[in-house]
């Protein structure tokens, strides 16, 4: 048997690896760990903020893929990256997972789940509803502040 600290365990998804990346499965991997641990709460949902060396340090990967694999999940709608500071020095980006997208594509979701945990009575987490068009200041549209 192989002792490990629990700290230095990444979780990958085999069929969302596939599907998406390698290094973006392990990266929405490693924020929905962080997502369901934070108290940052702003625009209507939660958001965990790293910068991009810290990312790479949690995933023994490069930089370089770190920025690929972030703007990859973007690009597909799997997350949503922002600066939320209001210190124009500050440039680390805030994440979060568009979990409404990630069960269009077949996989159980939700900040409370961590890929497959439901609340009670089989309903969504209250926390993953879209942002009302009425804040949407990105021009996503106006259901949901996640691309489609």
Known sequence: MIVTDRKKVLVLRLDLAQQIGRNEALLLSQI????????NFAQGRFWVYNSVAAWAKQLGISV???????????????????????????????????????RQMGYEAGRQGNFGRELAGGK????????????????CGE????PR
């Not at 690929?68 to 979060?96: K, V, W």
């Not at 259901?143 to 996640?146: K, L, T």
């Open 32 to 39: 929905d760990y962080w997502l369901e641990r934070t108290h």
């Open 64 to 102: 370089g893929r770190v920025k690929l694999a972030a703007a990859n999940l973007e690009r597909q709608g799997l997350i949503l990256r922002r600066r939320l500071s209001s210190h124009p020095y500050d440039r680390t980006f805030s994440y979060t997972i568009c979990y409404e997208r990630l």
């Open 124 to 139: 969504a987490d209250p926390w993953d509803k879209p942002w009302a068009a009425e804040n949407d200041w990105n021009g």
């Open 143 to 146: 259901e949901s502040i996640c």
